[in-house]
């Protein structure tokens, strides 16, 4: 929990800050390096220019609270630092900060001039401290069926983007709405009150498991794992498109064993798929019995 104390009593009310803000204890929290206006090749960007690296810096930020599963609402604190004595170009650098959402709340901040940064070039640099909300698992509820759906098409595009959907964004969004949630069984991540991953079971099948662009990679994916292999402890399997090698490795990781590949011909998409089965016997990593040669497709 984050209280935000915009005025301190006693003090002049601040233009885009908090005087305080209190953490509960016990809460997770990141303190984040000071961000840098370098492009992800190390290239300085904006030279010259305070406005464009302040722009950049900030980009770099929200990568950086994304990578550990936070987000520039749950940001408390921030130094803003200038290379400037000038207090006009020290604002336009806080337009900038305070444009960017990391105002949102609003959290404390102190901006600084400085005589000089650490890369050559640099006019600006950023460091924050941030609350890393909790990751909640849960089943989902009517109210969840539009964010699972907007889970599921952001995911889908950013994972399959040569695999052409079957069906319109609308037509997601009714089915999650109409079908998937009131009638199976679909769980959801939250994180901070936004769904960040959801997954749907059948009877033995994990037929739907997606997890917003900015949370692959964190964890989450196995933790869903676990959840379906403890609500279905007789064994599971799914389907995956075959183009989709990093969802391979991931379920081939979880002992999951590959029984049969078609040529597509099955499915909405036409798109060749690999049939995976997981067994509690199977351990990761050994391999399981070969699908029946009939049944290798694709």
């Known amino acids: 929990m984050i209280e935000r104390v915009v005025t301190a009593p006693g003090l002049c009310p601040p ?10 204890a016990g809460t997770r929290l990141a303190f984040l390096a000071g961000t840098v206006p370098l492009d992800a090749a190390g290239r300085l960007v904006g030279e010259a220019d305070p406005v464009r690296q302040a722009e950049q810096t900030v980009a770099n930020l929200r990568r950086q ?13 921030t130094e803003v630092y200038v290379v400037s004595d000038d207090p006009a170009v020290l604002g336009r650098v ?29 006019l600006v640099e950023i460091t924050a401290t941030a609350v890393v909300p ?10 969840d069926a539009g964010p699972a759906a907007e889970v599921y098409l952001r995911s889908y595009d950013a994972a399959l983007p040569t695999v052409s959907r ?23 991540a939250e994180s901070g009150g936004e769904t960040v991953g959801l997954m749907v079971l059948g009877d033995e099948e994990l037929s ?49 064993v590959a029984r049969e590949r078609t040529d597509g011909s099955g499915n909405e998409e036409r798109e ?11 351990r990761p990593g050994t391999p399981g019995p070969s699908a029946p040669s009939a049944a290798v497709v694709g």
């Open 94 to 122: 806080w337009e900038v900060v305070t444009a960017s959402g990391l105002a949102a709340g609003p959290h404390s901040s102190t901006l600084l001039g400085v005589a000089c940064l650490g890369y050559a070039g640099q």
């Open 208 to 256: 739907q498991l997606y997890l917003h662009p900015d949370w692959r990679g964190r964890g989450l994916g196995d933790r869903f794992v676990a959840l379906a292999k403890e609500r279905r402890p007789g064994g599971l399997f799914l389907w995956a498109f075959q183009v989709n090698g990093p969802a391979a490795r991931f379920y081939e990781r979880h002992g999951f």
């Open 166 to 188: 079957a069906h319109g964004d609308d037509e997601v969004r009714e089915w999650f709405r109409e079908v998937v949630v009131p009638s199976r069984e679909t769980w959801v």
């Open 15 to 24: 233009p885009s800050y908090s005087h305080v803000s209190v953490v509960e």
């Open 134 to 143: 909790e990751v909640v698992l849960r089943r989902a509820v009517a109210a």
């Open 272 to 282: 060749p798929d690999v049939r995976y089965a997981w067994s509690p016997g199977h």
């Open 65 to 77: 609270l994304a990578a550990v599963g936070s987000g520039p609402a749950h940001v408390v604190r």
